[in-house]
């Protein structure tokens, strides 16, 4: 009987990407009665990658990820998790506060109206959310990460922002007025989850559900940096709003995704924050503090003497020959990647799994350590000069957290393998530095 419980608890997932929970299953009086569906649904978001990566090679005879790529976005949504560490979701600890000082009134929690209300008004706001972060430059810095992969697939559910989550919760407050923080709990995981499994170009078309839902179809337009495709389909789980807001798009020709201006870097730092810099660099250009103010406030196209959303008549032609920045790298550096990733990512679900019990200091290194690793990853993805001294640095402090127990194994019976890989690691990462550091002072002779 347990067991039947457990998996139809670890199912509820599952059916969540697909808004497939009924009023009755998923209605809770109290906020921690609430089930963590998204981490419910980790397995399946493997399992769907997978399923992706297998069809979409049987089917085209290339993969659907890129190893590169797909590690990108998988550390963009490792990283926008990291602050749930040290502080309560945004969203939702700002639901909490205003439902408990201001709402105007109590709808039932145990009400299928009050599911349904609270669906609706929270698919309403992402919608708003989603718009504005497209509107407003300072909100697209954040958004921009989600969309600066080239390519379409499941991994880019996955490519989420550090920052965004902290401008976010302001859409929702004015539902705290009248819907139980509980329903609202569940319905901002059910469509966040619902998003994922339309990030692929494998399904083609869906048919009358086209009319009504969010499809694949619809959000490839959303990610395309064609002229016809960018600020259109805004929707969460529905595209109705997108249809009464005049921002509904068709698909038509090649989508060809990513940003207008490609970033061309695996750098996760580089992906998370450096829109935010050109913000502020492309203000200094301008003289006014009116204008300079509106570089963060108004359309990321926009410039002095142009509407509040700017125009793209600057944007580069897209001719749908472009083609995804490519990786150069070895198969022993892919392997030496793969793993080290792997190993990264087992110590961040250790993190997860047991932030109770670890002190706050501890914490804050774990988040360092993850965030040092998945940078010099991304270097050496991109082969950048300083990738030899900062993995260096990084596998020493790796070697260190190792002898500590904060850098386990992915098995147990993989305990002194790991330690003599590690080691090596750090070995062939002083000799590449030492050597680099010989030939910068023979050409300073």
């Excluded at 880019?156 to 859409?171: G, K, N, P, Y």
């Excluded at 706050?360 to 001294?389: E, N």
Aim: net charge negative; proline share 5%.
């Amino acid at each position: 009987m347990t067991a039947d419980m457990d998996l139809s608890v670890a199912f509820a997932g599952f059916r969540g990407m697909f808004f497939m929970l009924t009023p009755n299953e998923s209605s809770f009086e109290k906020l921690e009665e609430v089930p963590q569906y998204v981490q419910q649904a980790t397995p399946f978001f493997i399992g769907l990658m997978v399923l992706e990566l297998v069809v979409g090679f049987l089917m085209t005879g290339t993969p659907a990820i890129t190893l590169g790529d797909g590690l990108t976005s998988v550390a963009a949504g490792m990283i926008s998790r990291l602050p749930m560490l040290l502080i309560r979701g945004c969203e939702l600890s700002s639901y909490m506060y205003v439902w408990e000082k201001y709402r105007l009134l109590e709808l039932p929690w145990d009400s299928a109206w009050t599911w349904w209300f609270t669906f609706l008004g929270v698919d309403f706001c992402y919608y708003w959310v989603h718009r504005l972060a497209h509107e407003v430059s300072f909100i697209w810095a954040a958004h921009q990460v989600h969309h600066s992969s080239e390519y379409y697939n499941l991994t880019t559910a996955l490519r989420q922002s550090l920052t965004q989550q902290f401008t976010s919760w302001i859409f929702y407050v004015p539902l705290a007025l009248v819907a139980p923080p509980s329903i609202f709990a569940v319905h901002i995981q059910l469509n966040l989850l619902y998003q994922f499994w339309i990030h692929t170009e494998l399904i083609k078309d869906l048919g009358p559900l086209e009319w009504i839902f969010n499809t694949p179809k619809h959000h490839r337009v959303h990610h395309g940096r064609n002229l016809y495709c960018i600020d259109k389909n805004y929707g969460g789980i529905l595209i109705i709003w997108d249809r009464l807001f005049g921002t509904f798009a068709e698909e038509k020709e090649k989508v060809i995704f990513g940003l207008v201006y490609p970033i061309n870097t695996f750098d996760i730092l580089y992906v998370q924050l450096h829109y935010y810099f050109g913000l502020w660099e492309r203000s200094q250009t301008y003289k006014t503090i009116a204008d300079k103010v509106s570089t963060f406030l108004n359309g990321p196209s926009w410039s002095p003497g142009k509407g509040r959303l700017g125009d793209h008549v600057d944007n580069p032609v897209v001719t749908g020959k472009e083609t995804p920045h490519p990786t150069g790298w070895s198969l022993p550096q892919t392997v030496y990647v793969v793993i080290h990733f792997l190993l990264v990512l087992r110590a961040y679900h250790d993190m997860f799994e047991n932030k109770a019990v670890l002190s706050q200091l501890t914490i804050l290194g774990m988040v360092l350590y993850i965030l040092l690793t998945l940078t010099s990853m991304g270097y050496i993805v991109d082969q950048s000069p300083s990738a030899a001294a900062l993995e260096t640095v990084r596998c020493v402090i790796m070697v260190t957290m190792q002898s500590y127990g904060y850098v386990t194994p992915l098995l147990p019976s993989l305990a002194v393998p790991t330690e003599a890989f590690v080691s090596l690691s750090l070995l062939y990462w002083a000799l590449q530095t030492f050597s680099q550091l010989l030939s910068i002072k023979k050409k300073a002779d």
